[in-house]
């Protein structure tokens, strides 16, 4: 398998650490494994923007593309084939061509919180995804879909998501792999409490709704002392409406 890696530096260090690629246990032996780097980064979004067009000019065979932020790893060296193979799988039994697929990740707060989304007691994805979008660190995306759909770089934060949620929901069936396939770290730029100013930002990106917008109001109120409590509240979530998906 060719995997083509397109990293984001700066002058210190690669944004996208290339060693992040991989876990334990996962060695690039297995691969044939291109670098291509972007130099300077523009932005998490324009990054991935400017990946999605070096891969169609560049590398016009490729079928199939994932993306990792710096600190995310897959769980083990199977998880990308996991994927790979289970959208192949899904595609030969309903005869379409499934925009993306998707497993379960690991959410890490701290050496002491951590949860897996979706939680293993849900039944009815269709309903969780109206709450939920998988991390995109477990979603593999289909690579002539993914370069007619970039991503809205007016959605601040949530980019990422508006795609996903497209990919997920545009034909009928849903392709999910039952397998773990990543570790998300909640020390992103996504992931932290609004203060005033991406306030502001947060609640004009023009798809987020409104139910959104107000949840990020209500984050914005948590006192600086209470803000510890923050994952705890997202577990919580997490396990109370995958109880009732």
Known sequence: MIVHVVESWNENHSINDTTDFFSPGFTK????????????????FQSMNEALHILKTQFPKTTELIFLNSGDCFID??????LFFHKRKMQKKFGLVFPAVFGR???????SLSWIMPDQRVSNLKQWLQYFN???????????????NPYNL???LI?????????????????F??????EFHLSGYSSQLPNWKNLKERVNEPDRSLISKVGEC???????????????IMFTRSKFISFFC
Do not use: C
């Not at 060296?77 to 996991?82: D, E, H, I, V, Y």
């Not at 980019?159 to 392709?175: G, P």
């Not at 792999?177 to 990543?182: N, V």
């Open 159 to 175: 980019a990422d998501r508006t795609v996903m949620k497209k990919a997920l929901t545009s034909i009928e069936e849903l392709a």
């Open 218 to 232: 209500l984050k914005f109120l948590i006192p600086n002392r209470l803000k510890f409590i923050y994952p705890y």
């Open 134 to 148: 998988p991390n995109h660190q477990s979603v593999l995306f289909d690579a002539s879909w993914a370069y007619e």
């Open 77 to 82: 060296k199977s998880s990308l084939g996991n």
């Open 29 to 44: 032996k297995e691969f044939t494994l291109n670098i291509h780097r972007i130099w300077p980064p523009p932005g998490i």
């Open 154 to 156: 007016d959605n601040i």
């Open 105 to 111: 990740s690991k959410i890490i707060a701290s050496d």
């Open 177 to 182: 792999s039952e397998k773990l396939i990543s």
